[in-house]
């Protein structure tokens, strides 16, 4: 009697826990789909221009991150040889689907920043980019508050340009641009560190 007391009372714990674990799993898979990766944004970006378009990566761009290190705002620049410019640009904001536009891009247009960049060496996503970027050794005794992710050619190859903004040391409730970390979209290898330091006093 006793014995079945306690399985009787034990059955809506085991189902609370197990009803909190579940909820638990999902909310951590709702937020991993809050913040796609750039790459996964092209194959999304992909429904929202025409088939000339499609794959043909010019430029991917973000606004400075908020509160993490992953930004929720992107901007897929696609090749498009029916447009103006030859290019068409798709916005997206926490993962969704903002606006898509043909942008006036005069300085990309004459130059190789509107090239399309090579598929098979855009092995190097978003993600990878940033934690990269973040293991520099000279940021080590920084505070690092934000970053905004680019790929775009650099020296003629496929490269992400991580820009960081650091804490200031005098009032942390301040950040400050410190430069960037270039960083191989092929290989994953660090290019360049430009960043300065001394912005933090």
């Not at 508050?145 to 040391?169: F, G, I």
Request: aromatic share 4%; glycine share 4%; net charge positive.
């Amino acid at each position: 009697m006793v014995h079945g007391m306690k399985d009787k009372f034990l059955s809506p714990l085991v189902r609370a826990v197990l009803l909190s674990v579940s909820l638990g799993c999902l909310a951590i898979g709702a937020r991993a789909a809050d913040d796609p990766t750039a790459y996964k944004l092209v194959k999304e970006g992909n429904r929202y221009v025409g088939e000339q378009a499609k794959d043909r990566v010019v430029q991917i761009r973000s606004d400075k991150s908020v509160g993490s290190m992953t930004p929720k705002v992107w901007y897929i620049v696609y090749r498009d040889e029916t447009a103006t410019l030859k290019a068409v640009e798709v916005k997206f904001v926490a993962g969704k689907m903002a606006d898509v536009k043909r942008p006036t891009r005069l300085l990309e247009a004459i130059s190789d920043k509107n090239e399309e960049l090579e598929r098979k060496k855009l092995k190097v996503d978003s993600d990878e980019a940033i934690k990269t970027a973040l293991k520099e050794s000279i940021l080590e005794n920084l505070k690092i508050t934000a970053t905004a992710p680019r790929l775009e050619l650099w020296n003629d190859q496929p490269s992400w340009k991580v820009r960081l903004w650091a804490a200031k040391l005098k009032d942390t409730t301040k950040d400050v641009d410190i430069g960037e970390v270039i960083i191989s979209a092929e290989t994953g290898k660090v290019m360049k560190a430009d960043v300065k330091i001394s912005k933090v006093d």
